[in-house]
């Protein structure tokens, strides 16, 4: 099983920034997937979540009207599309898939990638 997080960097406040998660070793379609973000000195937090089919997403409310998540299953990819980024979105972001239902909480989730820096600053 392999969740292998692109697309991060250094990006101005105000800037946007297009995670990718490429998933391999699993049927992708039949889980639930999520990002998390742990900022330094910080506990790792939920970010979103989405289910099978991409059509139920949530969100975290400090992100919510500026993130975008999105599957595609033919792809075996999931995205984040981060807009009007503040520099409180600086964290390692992290790709995590679930077997069951979707959840907010990351003991739920099986499998997670090694995590993309995103650093938001002048």
């Known amino acids: 099983v392999q969740l292998v997080e692109s697309g991060g960097g250094l990006v101005q406040p105000g800037g946007s920034l297009r995670l990718s998660c490429a998933a391999s070793?699993?049927?992708?379609?039949?889980?639930?997937m999520a990002w998390f973000r742990q900022a330094p000195g910080k506990e790792r937090e939920f970010v979103a979540t989405?289910?099978?089919?991409?059509?139920?997403?949530s969100y975290a409310d400090s992100v919510k009207g500026r993130f975008t998540m999105s599957r595609d299953n033919a792809k075996n990819t999931v995205y984040l599309q981060m807009n009007s980024l503040k520099p409180d979105d600086t964290a390692v972001y992290y790709c995590t898939a679930r077997s069951g239902g979707w959840s907010k909480d990351q003991g739920a989730y099986n499998y997670w990638g090694q995590g993309t820096q995103v650093t938001v600053s002048p």
């Open positions: 070793g699993f049927t992708f379609s039949t889980y639930n």
């Open positions: 989405i289910t099978l089919s991409g059509i139920a997403i």
